[in-house]
T-cell receptor, first 116, second 113 residues
Framework: DGGITQSPKYLFRKEGQNVTLSCEQN?????MYWYRQDPGQGLRLIYY???????QKGDIAEGYSVSREKKESFPLTVTSAQKNPTAFYLC???????????????FGPGTRLTVL | AQSVSQHNHHVILSEAASLELGCNYS??????LFWYVQYPGQHLQLLLK??????LVKGIKGFEAEFIKSKFSFNLRKPSVQWSDTAEYFC???????????FGQGTELSVKP
């Protein structure tokens, strides 16, 4: 059953702690993305990766870090430098690379992070 | 800056009413246009997309959207909504080839049975 998995579904952390959100895809997609969803603001791009071992900052990268060591995995770390980390985080993937802008993005179920 | 605007934040309709959700974007160059839907508790999924050709595109579940280049708009329509259409709807645009997907703020649709 192909798709994107994100874990955990809910995550609670204390202020000042780093936390890593998992994203795995078995769609054999080259491109992967991380978005943050806040009420009334739509989805905002945090980081994206078009190919293994390469990634670029999105519109709101400050306080976040990523890695792309394997094609199927794109974990996101929310660091203590992120001023307002409580949000819903969505991971997505697309075929990508050659026709980056044309390809449909497929989304995971999301992780809701709450910082106490 | 490139941006996407959805003017309706929350729309409430009765079943069988017609639906039109507005989407406007800021850039006059080449764009690819998408509507995504997020049903309660489900993944964000693609409703329809426009790349080129016929500006009236049809998507899943009876939805359609019309690209009007002169108005920088890509409004979503459905002639008769159902309770199951209750969801949040997002318009998204890529500006130029290789561009990032930029989302509008989203419109929450509530359909009363």
């Amino acid at each position: 059953d192909g798709g994107i998995t994100q874990s955990p579904k809910y995550l609670f952390r204390k202020e000042g702690q780093n936390v890593t959100l998992s994203c795995e895809q078995n769609l054999n997609h080259d491109a992967m993305y991380w978005y943050r969803q806040d009420p009334g603001q739509g989805l905002r791009l945090i980081y994206y990766s078009q190919i293994v071992n390469d990634f670029q900052k999105g519109d709101i990268a400050e306080g976040y870090s990523v890695s792309r060591e394997k094609k199927e995995s794109f974990p996101l770390t929310v660091t203590s430098a992120q001023k307002n980390p409580t949000a819903f985080y969505l991971c997505a993937s697309s075929i990508g690379v050659r026709s980056f802008s044309y390809n449909e993005q497929f989304f995971g179920p999301g992780t809701r992070l709450t910082v106490l | 800056a490139q941006s996407v605007s959805q003017h309706n934040h929350h729309v409430i309709l009765s079943e069988a009413a017609s639906l039109e959700l507005g989407c406007n974007y800021s850039y006059g160059g080449t764009v690819n246009l998408f509507w995504y839907v997020q049903y309660p508790g489900q993944h964000l999924q693609l409703l329809l997309k426009y790349f080129s050709g016929d500006p009236l595109v049809k998507g899943i579940k009876g939805f359609e959207a019309e690209f009007i280049k002169s108005k920088f708009s890509f409004n979503l329509r459905k002639p008769s909504v159902q309770w199951s259409d209750t969801a949040e709807y997002f318009c998204a645009v890529t500006f130029n080839q290789g561009g990032k997907l930029i989302f509008g703020q989203g419109t929450e649709l509530s359909v009363k049975p």
